[in-house]
């Protein structure tokens, strides 16, 4: 088989699910049965009578069996089946009752960068717009008239089924975070999706839509966030170097080497102190100086010299850095520092001109 023969009977069998389920829908709304619908047909469209017939019928059909008739009927031109059905779509557009417009909103719905679906009360897909071709890798002729929770058993693992129930019940519901993948197209991710019912025009529930957001990138990239987060985690509570945050002057945060360097019982001992009950007395005004430096002007201070104050009572001298961070949504500095045995001569609070030896 050539490939634009391949590519016709794509197209008819695409063309063909839309139309099996816009005739649905027609007969349901005219509250006119499917042989009614035929004979609108038979006297609107100038084809092969026999070709209206193969399609007509609630069994569905394929592109193959309309143009050979399997043997039991004359075959159909190609050329000639694919605009008798382009024909047949647009009488039928024009049969259904408050459809005007139906071309733009079928475009309005395929350019949404959202997914946009429907299903009717057995769960079985109606719409089935671009963007959800994209998100699930899955074409709305694959995916149209087949029951959710068949095509998508996935759908049941992780508890969705809760939500088709609870749309045909009447309630408007959302589903945050949900895992996907499909078997048969291969793609998986995260999605969150919001449902509500679907009302004909005297307000009876006939299904639901929903509209589905992709959020894989989003989750992937607060994975990633939170592994890298977990990895500085681990660097700091296994560096030599003691770290502190404190926020609005108040410790936050402390490593173990921040609680052995200032001779507390843990990191626990530290935290909730104020930041210049640490500091010498002498050395508190400049301190408090550099503090508004850091957090105001967002401007690094170190390395330097600083004399403190331990749990014990001790003096000590340290060498620091100190940063702006964010830490739990607030302004917060994060200090890193190492005790030092000043040289004779150093003037304290500036840069050392030679580092001693550290404990």
Known sequence: MDTSSIALKR?????????????????????????????????????????????????????????????????????????????????????????????????????????????????????????????????????????AFELFPFLREIGEDKYFEAVLRGEAVIARDRPFWVAESKREGWYEAYYSPLRNGTGDIVGGLGVVRDITERKVSEQNLRDSEERYRRLVEQSPDGVLVHVEGRIAYANPAAARILHASGPEAVMGRWILDIVHPEDRPASERR?????????????????????????????????????????????????????????????????????
């Open 11 to 147: 197209r008819m069998n695409e063309r063909l699910e839309q139309l099996r389920w816009t005739l649905a829908e027609l007969a349901e709304k005219t509250s006119e049965n499917y042989r009614n619908v035929h004979r609108w047909l038979r006297e609107d469209v100038k084809v092969p009578a026999d070709f209206v017939a193969r399609f007509v019928e609630v069994v569905p059909v394929s592109a193959d069996w309309l143009l050979t008739g399997e043997g039991t009927l004359e075959p159909i031109p190609p050329s000639s089946a694919e605009m008798a059905l382009e024909q047949i779509a647009q009488i039928v557009d024009r049969l259904r009752p408050g459809t005007s417009g139906r071309g733009f909103l079928e475009s309005v719905i395929n350019s949404s960068l959202d997914g946009i679906l429907a299903f009717d009360p057995e769960y079985r897909y109606t719409v089935w717009n671009t963007a959800m071709e994209r998100i699930s890798g899955m074409s709305a002729f694959g995916v149209l008239g087949r029951p």
């Open 291 to 359: 503090i508004r430096r850091v957090l105001e002007d967002r401007v690094p201070v170190g390395p330097l010299l600083l004399r403190v104050v331990r749990l014990d009572g001790r003096e000590i001298t340290i060498e620091l850095a100190a940063a702006r961070v964010s830490y739990m949504g607030k302004a917060a500095s994060q200090v890193v520092f190492r005790r030092v045995r000043a040289k004779r001569g150093v003037r304290r609070g500036s840069a050392p001109r030679r580092r001693e030896r550290a404990d």
